[in-house]
Every structure is written in structure tokens, then in C-alpha cells.
């Protein structure tokens, strides 16, 4: 029954789960902070809401009686706190908390945690079906092998533990470990006041396991047996921080079998990871706290894993290589962890320097050479150029200092559109017949002349170059603009150029095509089954890529949809069977975690050379767009024939709706106007019921008006406005329609609540939605009513007890002509332009409705919106 409550209340509760975790130690040793947040990050990872209190016993200050007296204060404090689960850190804090027999012992779930020699003993006689945890019980047997390991031959072990309950353990667990090993003599021994005598060994050829049993007073007489002999190690069975200062006080070499006091001069050995059992507690008490029985859980045995401290390895040279494979190594300086990276980088450093330098050289070189040809050619006669111009296909034209023509290329004057003979245009100013220009920059030209003039021999022009006519014709145009030497002087300047406007367009066309379609090549490799894709592919999808760029035939039939998976074997072997030489297939592939549908272009070689007649090769491309696309366009037919299809109803209804009351004037005014004699109450009926139905029409004109005002953008008028005087008013003015069975409800704020916004629009809107209760409400209730929500928005809304709407057509009854009974009275706008209105004010309009229990529609309109009723008072 108490398991049953456990799991009842966790999961009710949805207030924070209080977690009490007691620690033997002090708050500032490393190992505890890493349980404290093993705990917490499971906890988060299994999104749970907890309240965690540690609590640090710091046992090693404590006698047994004030350990039991600390925990049974600390438990009596929670009587009057809640408290939904208890976690129990470490040997000493394990033993205390259950001899105290405190009520919360056994009333509240419990986890042990850290805890190295666990009695099973005791924990039969505490558990009530409330006690479970983590264990890493110490393996001495496995860190006598690791001596070996590390040593050599190992003929003496010291195993050091205190007189306390977890220490009488540690012995326990150390002596039934080490027995099992061939030769092993135990001689256990205490440290007294009267001092204490060295062990002789009776043969060197058994192993002597020496067992101290110390207090801490006599302590001291400990450090003269941690003299390094030959063949020898220790263990701190239990660790005491009253003892941590003795690995670096004897000459000794120390193992560990726990992970407490790591750091404190000891090598290191199998131990676990407090994190990790901090994080297993945690998803242990996450279990628990959202329902699962203590007692199902059973006790959970951590890994033990080899850590090793860098600067004892150094101090006793201990290489890494004797350490067991994945060892773990705390400490270890930067420089000597990524050592072989660092060589590493500095080689290709290196060879990337001089790679750099090489290429510079060469370029440097060649650019001097090109300078070198250009000024042997500048030299030249002008006749000689004008002739050497003719040949070129591109064009050029030569200039002075002056910056006037003295040449240029028939080519030059087909791209400027000069209709003139190229004699005309020599000595004419260059910027009277054309200008050079970058981005806006009209002075471009002028600067790369003074460029030149300074620095340069030769200049490229900019991508975007554009070269501008007098006619103001513009092209873009890639080309140089060199300097002419005479005698080591600048003589002018060579202006060469090509217009690439149309391959302009071309390359971008390709870029884009190629780019934003994302096609990619592929192949097939007959001989070993695999399809080859760019690397690309790969980067921009996130299909796992083995770095040869392949995926197995096996992989990929696995990643395409199972439904188009007959059509990709269909259409392969309609091609392999020679019956086409291309096709597409279109097939959906699982990629990025969801299938997507992509376009597989397919041809193949006809090659008898190769070992396979048939190579498959070509382009594939996601066309999932294009798919969402067509579906969105197949939606949106599907609501424009859903549209014309109510607009038709609408157009039936409004011929029904018109044609009724007009049946009805019509026929009551021939009434009146008939030489019938009828008595002054009939005519009175005959024309109330004129008003009436000219009233209907008016109204259906109307909605129809107003929706199209509101739609086309007509502007509101806002004001302040008493938004409860204008529901009052309105409950009052249409009360009249309302069937005597229905119980009016308003649920209004005790002082008015005014609003800035169109008052007559505001008016239709609260009209349309209560009229709309009101038509469909024939018993029960019509509720109306204002609130202010937290965050201070404003939301009106009007619940009825009437026929309610299905979910399908809550969907549906905002659009324009929808109604949901054809035959009911009305054009099916009044909501449509109760949508509209709300949008226009920045508010939201919703519904909630059974299908034959009632509806509620809900307006929400922003804080800013609403006027405080001190405004008003102001």
C-alpha cells in the first residue's frame, strides 16, 4: 500500500518534487559537486520540476552518536515540510541514516548513492519496500592485477582502514577479494598507543596482504610503514580526510578502489565516475517521483572505470602505456594530451608556408614578366598598335596623357554603337564618347588612371565593371586598363574590354538553376553495388557520408518510401532492359529525419569493354518544394471551388431570402390597396408585417454592404467606448427574440470597462455574435460576458446552450456564405464579418463547440486596446 501511494501522489502532484540529498562529506570536496550534478542534469533531462536540498553531514568531524543525532534533527525538520524522496551519499551517511530508525527511513522512498560496501544485512532490516540505489562496490582483486600491471611482482599489499562501520567493511570486502589469489597470507594488525612493530615475512614466496586497523590518534605510527620496499603497494580501503595527507607523506605507492579523494597523491585505479552515479541516482528518483514502485527497481552495480592522476604517473614513471586500454587520465598538461595534433599542425603549417611562398615567388615572377612583355610592346609605333588592334577581337582603345583617343578597334566601335569612322573619334576626349563605372561610382575610371599613373602598369577591372555610352547605353564588361611606357615614362594608357552582358546573364541563370534546385550528380557502380553521389550531396543533405562518398545499394533501397519502391525497380529495369535510354523517376527518400521527395534523372553507357554492360549514371534533385507547391495549389482549387460552391448557395439563399419578404410586401400591400373591406386591426398586422420584412431586407443588404466596406479597407473611426453600457444595450434591444426558455446570463466586471474603437462597429460585432447564439438557442442558456485576462488582454465572449457546431465545421464558419443550415434564416456573413471587424481592431476570434451541447465564441483584443475606467474618471 505504501509503494501504491508513492506512485498515486507523483503522479498528482504537479507542484515541485522536494528532494533531500544527505552527503557524508563536506560541500567542498570536488567528487561531491560532481554528484550534486549528476542529480540535477538528470533530473533536467527527464524534465522534471524538483526542488533539490543538499544537505553535508561532514562525518569525519562526527562521532557515531552525533552522526545519528545530526540526521535525526535534520529528518524531524522535514515533519512539518514536504518531502517526496530521500538520496543517501556515501558509506558513512548510508549506516548513520539507518540506525537512526527515524519514521522517514522507511515512510519516504530512499536512494542510496556513492556507496562502496553495501550490507545487505542492513538493508534487509530497513526496507520496507522503500530502499534502492547505486552501488560500485570495490574490486581489490582487479586493482592486484593493475599492480602487476603497473609494478611487476607484487609480494606486499598495505590495506589501510579506519575503525568505523564502512571501514570494518572495506576489510571485510579487501581480505574475501584478495584470498582467492594463489599464495596470500593476511596478517591484520592495529596501531596502538604503546606503538607499533614491523611484520617480518615468513617466505618470499607468498604474498602478504597486511591489513591496518588504525584510529586517529595513533595515526602517525601509520606513516613509518608507508616506506616504499620493493614489490609493494597500498590501498586506502575506506578514504578519511584525516588520512589524505599520507600518500604524499610515505614514499609508498597508493591505488585506489574508490574515486574519494582523488588528487590526494594517490596514482589512481578502478573507480566510477561520481557524475556518473549522481546522474543514475537521478534517473533512478525521476523513475520513482513520476510513479514507478521503489520495489521494482532493483539495486544497480556502476562500472568501474580506470582513472589515472597525470602527476602521480610522473612522479612514480609510470609510462602510458602500461596503463589498461581506455584509461582515463585526469590532469594531463595540454601540450602532451594533444601532442601528436599539435606536430601535426605544425608541419602543415609549415608546408603551407612554404607553399605560399613558392606560389608567390611564381606569381611574383610571372607578373614581372608580363610587365616586362607589356613595356617592350607599349614601345611600339602607334601605326604598329593601330594595326596589332585591328587583329584583336576585343575591344581596345588606346589613350594619351591627355586622356584623348589616338586609337581604337573596330571592335571597340561595334560595342560602344559609335556610328562614325573610327578616324572621326581620334583626339576626341574619352569621356565625350564613353565612361567606365562601378556600383554608382562614375569616378572609377579616373581613379584607376591615377592608380596606374602611380602604382600600378596594369589594372583588372571589378566584377560589375560597366561601361556607359554617351547615349547612355550601358553594358556590363570584363577587361584591363594598362599603362603605355615610352622611355621609362607614362605615355597613356590601353583600355581593353569585352562586353558580357548576355554571358552575365547566362552564368547567373546556371548559378541559380543549379544552385537553389540543389542538383546533384550520381552513379552507379555495378561491381561493387554501390551509388556514388558528390560530395555535396553528402554536406547539404546530412546523409551519413563513409568519406568514399558511396552508399550501399542495400542502404539506399532502404531509404526510399516503401510505397515507391516498386515503382524505382520498376523504371531501373525498364531501362537496364534497353526499352528506354533516359526516363525520371520520382520517388520519396528518408532524409533529414522525414521523408522527401526527389527527382532521379537515369540514363546509362552501352560499354562491352566494361565487366557490366550497363553503367547507370546522372542528376538528382529535391522537388519537395515543387510537391508542397502542387498540394497547396491543389488546396487552394479545392477552396476556390469550395468558395464558388458557397457563393452559389449564397446566391440560392439570397434569392430565397430577398424573394420571400418581397413575396410578402408584395402581397400584403395589394392588401392594402384592394377594395376589400378589412378591419383597421388587420390592416395594422398587414403593416407591421411590411416593416418586418423590409426590416430582413435591410439587414441582409446591409451585412452584404458591410462586408464589402470593411474588406475594401474602409477606415475605423475610434473613440472611447463604455464597452459594458454597449453590451447592456445591445442584450436589451434584441432581447425581444429571445425564446422564453432560455436563461440570459451576464457575467460583466463590477465597474464599466471602456475600449478605443469604432463604437458602431464595435456594436455590430457584440450584435452579430448574440444574435447568432440567440437563433440557434431555443433552452437552456445564453451567457454574456467581459474579463480581463492576467496579462491584460480583453476577451468578450457569448456562450450558448444551443445546437452546438461539429469540429468540421468550426473550420468553415468564418468564411463568407458558409452556413451551417441552409434553411436557416440569414446569408451565412454575420460571422464572416464578425472576423473581419476583430482582425481589423488586432484581436482574435475563436470558437469552442460540442456538436449538440452548445458553443462559446471567444474575442480576445490586446492591452492596448483597453482604456482604464480611471481615463474615464479623468
Known amino acids: 500500500m505504501i509503494v501504491s501511494l508513492y506512485a498515486c501522489n507523483s503522479v498528482q502532484d504537479k507542484k515541485p518534487h522536494n528532494v533531500l540529498v544527505i552527503h557524508s562529506f563536506n560541500k567542498n570536496d570536488s567528487w561531491v559537486e560532481d554528484l550534486n550534478k549528476g542529480i540535477k542534469e538528470a533530473f533536467d533531462d527527464k524534465n522534471l520540476d524538483t526542488q533539490v536540498k543538499e544537505y553535508y553531514l561532514s562525518t569525519e568531524l562526527r562521532t557515531e552518536e552525533a552522526k545519528q543525532n545530526e540526521i535525526n534533527k535534520l529528518l524531524d525538520s522535514y515533519s512539518s515540510k514536504p518531502l517526496d524522496l530521500i538520496i543517501v551519499a556515501d558509506d558513512d551517511c548510508f549506516s548513520s541514516f539507518f540506525a537512526t530508525e527515524h519514521p522517514l527511513t522507511h515512510s519516504k522512498p530512499v536512494i542510496f548513492a556513492g556507496i562502496d560496501y553495501v550490507i545487505s544485512e542492513l538493508i534487509e532490516k530497513h526496507n520496507h519496500g522503500n530502499i534502492t540505489g547505486i552501488t560500485n562496490e570495490p574490486n581489490f582483486r582487479q586493482t592486484y592485477r593493475l599492480a602487476v600491471q603497473l609494478f611487476g611482482k607484487i609480494n606486499s599489499i598495505q590495506i589501510i582502514a579506519e575503525d568505523s562501520y564502512a571501514g570494518r567493511a572495506a576489510i571485510n570486502d579487501a581480505k574475501t577479494h584478495l584470498i582467492t589469489i594463489p599464495n596470500t597470507v593476511i596478517k591484520e594488525d592495529s596501531l596502538h598507543q604503546d606503538g607499533w612493530e614491523p611484520l617480518e615475512l615468513e617466505s618470499n614466496d607468498s604474498i602478504y596482504i597486511f591489513v591496518k586497523n588504525i584510529n586517529k590518534i595513533n595515526g602517525r605510527q601509520l606513516i613509518e610503514s608507508m616506506t616504499y620496499q620493493p614489490h609493494s603497494f597500498c590501498i586506502m580501503a575506506k578514504w578519511s580526510d584525516f588520512y589524505s595527507d599520507l600518500p604524499h607523506m610515505g614514499t609508498a605507492p597508493f591505488l585506489m578502489v574508490n574515486n574519494e579523494g582523488f588528487g590526494d597523491g594517490r596514482i589512481g585505479g578502478y573507480m566510477a565516475e561520481n557524475y556518473e552515479v549522481g546522474y543514475e541516482a537521478g534517473i533512478m528518483a525521476a523513475k520513482i517521483l513520476t510513479g514507478t514502485p521503489v520495489a521494482s527497481i532493483p539495486v544497480k552495480a556502476i562500472e568501474l572505470k580506470p582513472i589515472f592522476n597525470w602527476q602521480q604517473l610522473q612522479r612514480w614513471n609510470i609510462p602510458i602505456d602500461k596503463l589498461p586500454a581506455n584509461s582515463i587520465i585526469l590532469n594531463m598538461p595540454m601540450g602532451i594530451r594533444y601532442s601528436n595534433l599539435i606536430i601535426y599542425v605544425l608541419v602543415f603549417s609549415g608546408l603551407f608556408i612554404v607553399f605560399v611562398t613558392v606560389s608567390l615567388i611564381y606569381i611574383l615572377n610571372k607578373e614581372k614578366k608580363d610587365k616586362k612583355l607589356a613595356q617592350n610592346l607599349l614601345l611600339n609605333k602607334r601605326e604598329e598598335l593601330e594595326v596589332t588592334m585591328k587583329s584583336i577581337r576585343e575591344s581596345v582603345i588606346s589613350i594619351d596623357n591627355n586622356k584623348q583617343i589616338f586609337a581604337m578597334n573596330q571592335a571597340a566601335l561595334d560595342s560602344l554603337g559609335l556610328k562614325k569612322d573610327i578616324h572621326e573619334y581620334i583626339g576626341t576626349d574619352i569621356f565625350s564618347v564613353f565612361n567606365i563605372t562601378l556600383r554608382g561610382n562614375e569616378n572609377y575610371l579616373t581613379d584607376i588612371f591615377n592608380s596606374l599613373d602611380k602604382n600600378y602598369l596594369s589594372y583588372q577591372l571589378e566584377k560589375g565593371a560597366t561601361i556607359v555610352t554617351s547615349e547612355n547605353q550601358s553594358h556590363l564588361i570584363e577587361g584591363t586598363v594598362s599603362s603605355l611606357l615610352t622611355m621609362d615614362n607614362y605615355t597613356g594608357w590601353i583600355i581593353s574590354f569585352k562586353d558580357i552582358t548576355d554571358e552575365f546573364i547566362k552564368k547567373e541563370l546556371h548559378t541559380l538553376a543549379m544552385g537553389d534546385a540543389h542538383v546533384y550528380a550520381w552513379r552507379y557502380n555495378g561491381k561493387k553495388d554501390v551509388f556514388v553521389f558528390e560530395e555535396v550531396f553528402f554536406r547539404e543533405t546530412g546523409v551519413y557520408d563513409n568519406g568514399k562518398h558511396t552508399i550501399h545499394s542495400d542502404v539506399f533501397e532502404g531509404m526510399i518510401h516503401p510505397e515507391d519502391y516498386g515503382n524505382w525497380n520498376k523504371q531501373i529495369k525498364h531501362i537496364l ?154 442584450l436589451a434591444s434584441e432581447k425581444t427574440i429571445l425564446s422564453p426558455y432560455v436563461a440570459l446570463k451576464k457575467n460583466l466586471p463590477k465597474e464599466p470597462v471602456f475600449i478605443n474603437a469604432d463604437s458602431l462597429r464595435l456594436r455590430q460585432l457584440i450584435r452579430n455574435l448574440i444574435n447568432n447564439s440567440f437563433k440557434f438557442t431555443h433552452d437552456g442558456f445564453i451567457e454574456v460576458g467581459c474579463i480581463l485576462s492576467k496579462n491584460k488582454n480583453l476577451i468578450f465572449y457569448v456562450e450558448d446552450s444551443g445546437l452546438g457546431i461539429s469540429l468540421k465545421e468550426q473550420k468553415k464558419i468564418f468564411e463568407r456564405f458558409y452556413k451551417t443550415d441552409n434553411f436557416s434564416q440569414g446569408g451565412g456573413l454575420g460571422l464572416s464579418i464578425c472576423k473581419v471587424i476583430v482582425e481589423r481592431m488586432g484581436g482574435e476570434i475563436s470558437v469552442q463547440s460540442v456538436h449538440g451541447e452548445g458553443s462559446k465564441f471567444t474575442v480576445v483584443l490586446p492591452y492596448s486596446s483597453v482604456i482604464e475606467a480611471s481615463y474615464e474618471n479623468e
Request: aromatic letters at 10%; hydrophobic letters at 40%; one cysteine or more.
Open 577 to 730: 532492359d534497353r526499352k528506354s535510354d533516359k526516363l525520371t523517376i520520382q520517388i520519396r527518400i528518408y532524409i533529414n529525419n522525414k521523408y522527401e521527395w526527389w527527382s532521379f534523372n537515369v540514363t546509362y553507357i552501352n560499354n562491352p569493354a566494361l565487366s557490366t554492360s550497363f553503367t547507370l549514371f546522372g542528376l538528382c534533385m529535391s522537388i519537395q518544394t515543387f510537391k508542397e507547391t502542387e498540394e497547396n495549389l491543389r488546396i487552394a482549387k479545392d477552396k476556390a471551388e469550395e468558395s464558388d460552391k458557397l457563393k452559389s448557395i449564397f446566391l440560392s439563399n439570397m434569392s430565397h431570402e430577398i424573394r420571400t419578404p418581397l413575396n410578402a410586401i408584395v402581397g400584403f400591400s395589394n392588401l392594402l390597396t384592394s377594395d376589400d373591406n378589412f378591419s383597421a386591426e388587420e390592416k395594422s398586422i398587414f403593416v407591421t408585417t411590411i416593416n418586418e420584412k423590409c426590416e430582413i431586407l435591410l439587414t441582409l443588404i446591409n451585412d452584404i454592404l458591410d462586408l464589402s466596406r470593411i474588406e475594401s479597407g474602409l477606415p475605423f473611426n475610434p473613440e472611447v467606448c463604455n464597452l459594458t453600457l454597449i453590451i447592456e444595450e445591445t
